[in-house]
């Protein structure tokens, strides 16, 4: 084969080579797979030319393009930071809005019934006992009470590093809950959204009639935009999941039970790193009494907007890879 006709059959595949490595040392979404193929093609068609010594230009081209991937492939590491990034910043938002019908139903199942349990348990305390027994009621009270050097905090716990595993410990199981019972056709993850926002209500209502809402508010107002918006993705997950198990469409249930999944796991890992955080301002923050409440008020505040602009405006003009 002659130098001109072996450039010209494979010619085409180099020009889309050197395209691909472009947009990938671009940091664009590329088919990993399908670059590999064509870094050993490239590799193949390099030994051949040096074999058959073929001009020296064409030699270089097959050389710089061969060293160029093996640079992009085999560069250092950076431990995942940027792709760890680019996923909190671009992917998890713009998975969180491919699912939005799943999240306002999540968000109306969980945020409607904590604000009626709310207003019942403002009016007395016989709706919050039909939720939680006296010594569960009395607890809070004690939690909550003027003096306590850490409020919130269990009583045998014992610095803010073992408040921060215990918080991790508790957010989690709560969203893992609202995920897994999702494979109950769906019904499962509305339960727990349901009974979650009226206990959460019936507490902060009881609380507030008592007189203890200024110690109560100023604890849980800033890791709630974390710890609630967590909660309600872990329940849009789980009726992802279970609307997957209950319409599978022309697929078999087991292959729509799959297609659901793969479509709720985007979902399980923002509630993840937004409950993860909640534990971290819960454990150092929320309790620190030397914090002015007007303080707590105006980081609640920014922590609210910030989560409500990284799901709503995050990643929307950005490539995002399906």
């Known amino acids: 084969?002659?130098?001109?006709?072996?450039?010209?059959?494979?010619?085409?595949?180099?020009?889309?080579?050197?395209?691909?490595?472009?947009?990938?040392?671009?940091?664009?979404?590329?088919d990993g797979a399908l670059l590999a193929t064509r870094y050993r093609r490239v590799c193949e068609n390099l030994a051949l030319a040096q074999?058959?010594?073929?001009?020296?230009?064409?030699?270089a081209r097959l050389e710089?393009?061969?060293?160029?991937?093996?640079?992009?492939?085999?560069?250092?590491q950076d431990y995942g930071l940027r792709r760890l990034g680019?996923?909190?910043?671009?992917?998890?938002?713009?998975?969180?809005?491919?699912?939005?019908?799943y999240v306002w139903v999540a968000l109306a199942l969980f945020a409607l019934p904590l604000l009626l349990s709310f207003?019942?348990?403002?009016?007395?305390?016989?709706?919050?006992?039909?939720?939680?027994?006296?010594?569960?009621?009395?607890?809070?009270e004690s939690m909550y009470a003027d003096g306590k050097s850490a409020m919130g905090r269990l009583r045998e716990a014992g610095g803010d590093w073992t408040m921060f595993g215990f918080y991790i410990f508790n957010n989690i199981g709560i969203g893992f809950r609202c995920f897994g019972a999702g494979i109950l056709a769906g019904v499962g993850s509305a339960f727990v959204l349901v009974y979650n926002g009226l206990l959460i209500g019936a507490v902060a209502g009881h609380l507030t009639r008592v007189d203890l809402g200024h110690n109560f508010w100023p604890f849980v107002a800033t890791h709630a935009s974390f710890e609630l918006t967590g909660i309600v993705l872990s329940g849009a997950a789980g009726l992802r999941l279970g609307m997957g198990w209950l319409a599978?469409?022309?697929?078999?249930?087991?292959?729509?039970?799959?297609?659901?999944?793969l479509a709720a796991v985007p979902l399980v890992y923002a509630a993840f790193a937004l409950l993860l955080v909640a534990a971290a301002?819960?454990?150092?923050?929320s309790s620190a009494v030397w914090i002015a409440p007007a303080v707590k008020y105006g980081v609640a505040a920014l922590c609210w907007a910030?989560?409500?602009?990284?799901?709503?405006?995050?990643g929307r003009g950005a490539t995002h890879a399906r």
């Open 248 to 261: 599978p469409g022309r697929m078999t249930r087991l292959e729509s039970l799959r297609t659901a999944a």
């Open 306 to 314: 910030l989560v409500l602009m990284w799901l709503l405006l995050a």
């Open 64 to 76: 710089n393009m061969a060293q160029d991937a093996h640079q992009l492939i085999y560069r250092r």
């Open 86 to 101: 680019r996923l909190l910043r671009v992917e998890l938002p713009c998975a969180v809005r491919a699912q939005g019908r």
């Open 1 to 30: 084969m002659t130098p001109m006709r072996f450039e010209a059959e494979y010619g085409p595949g180099w020009d889309a080579f050197a395209e691909q490595l472009a947009e990938a040392r671009q940091g664009k979404p590329v």
């Open 51 to 59: 074999s058959r010594a073929y001009p020296v230009h064409l030699v």
């Open 119 to 140: 207003l019942l348990a403002l009016q007395g305390p016989d709706f919050a006992l039909h939720l939680l027994d006296a010594n569960q009621l009395r607890r809070y």
């Open 281 to 285: 301002f819960e454990a150092f923050w």
